[in-house]
């Protein structure tokens, strides 16, 4: 596989709008890197740095899976659903805390982020923060990721490796959560063709630029609002609600059939497209995970617990 030269990217002067934001109370960008282990994510995030700071972005922050933990907690923890849920919600605090912070920061996460419920919790969080936010996804194959995992100091076990990449589930720009989303493709070449590792791989500099930078925060639902604590009050008008909807899509979705829509009746405007059959335990993971975010502050009262509970739904099923 042949590739480009590094082109070479044009310098910017950040616009006098950002300048300004960025000396108020306006929150920096959330970019999130996803992909396979050992694709070049790391490589990726220090050049995206360097690009935005030669750029005029200051302040510049990378979070990976190392903020809290030695080596072997981090390969220890995706061993464990539980390590894994505890090490999640620890990164999302981390991102939150940095975002809420009074430094003006361009927030890039370096971690796997293979679940679409982790990734939408991020999206979540940059919306409450009313903040841009994207997803930039390094696409490699299984037999790159291994060779590249072979190079580390302190490799994965292939054991590990294999299963990670069993259980990544790819982004899909068509969902709410994982827009805009930019792709750069690793691989190992193989015969005559040249490697494409992250080191030399074209990057979408001036895409995310643009789209980061340059574009409008985004909104916060009144189903999002931001407030210090969730009330008992609230948090029983979600479990009803989720329970509600859950019973809907089981009952209604084989009639409906594959692209069929369900309709919720006391909500006329929400729809939820089926895109396969969904058996009751993934539903009930699916609402115990959105139950949780809501505990933590993720999702707040507002006018539509269903809808909001059903755009999750389409995010991550």
Known sequence: MKISPVPRTRKRRPPKKFQKLAS???QMPLLVLTGYPCSGKSTIAQRLKDFMIENGIKDVSILDDYFDSEYEKVAAQYTTKRRLTDHN??????????????????????????????????????????TTFGILFCDTDEATSSFLNSQKD????EELIKDLV???????????????????????????????????????????????ILAKPLKENASVSVSNKTSTCFMQEVDKATQAVTKQILASQGQAG????????????????????????????????????????????????????????????
Not at 92 to 119: C, G, K
Not at 154 to 157: A, K, M, V
Not at 298 to 314: A, C, H, N, P, R
């Open 258 to 317: 594959i692209g069929g829509l369900v309709v919720f009746p006391w909500e006329p405007d929400v729809h939820y497209q089926v895109k396969k059959i969904v058996s009751l335990p993934v539903l009930m993971r699916y609402r115990t995970q959105f139950l949780d975010m809501t505990r933590k502050s993720l999702v707040q009262s507002g006018t539509s617990v269903t809808k909001i509970f059903v755009d999750y739904l389409k995010s991550v099923v």
């Open 89 to 130: 919600n620890c990164m999302r605090s981390e991102v939150l805390r940095r975002l809420s912070s009074n430094n003006a920061t361009f927030l890039i996460v370096d971690a796997l982020n293979y679940a679409r419920s982790q990734r939408y919790e991020l999206f979540t969080v940059a919306k409450n923060m009313k």
């Open 154 to 157: 302190e490799p994965y076990t």
């Open 166 to 212: 069993a259980r990544y589930e790819r982004p899909n720009s068509r969902l709410s959560g994982e827009k805009p989303l930019f792709e750069v493709v690793i691989r190992k070449g193989l015969e005559d063709d040249l490697d494409q590792f992250s080191r030399d791989v074209r990057l979408p500099f001036d895409d995310i630029y643009d789209c980061l």
């Open 24 to 26: 108020d109370s306006f």
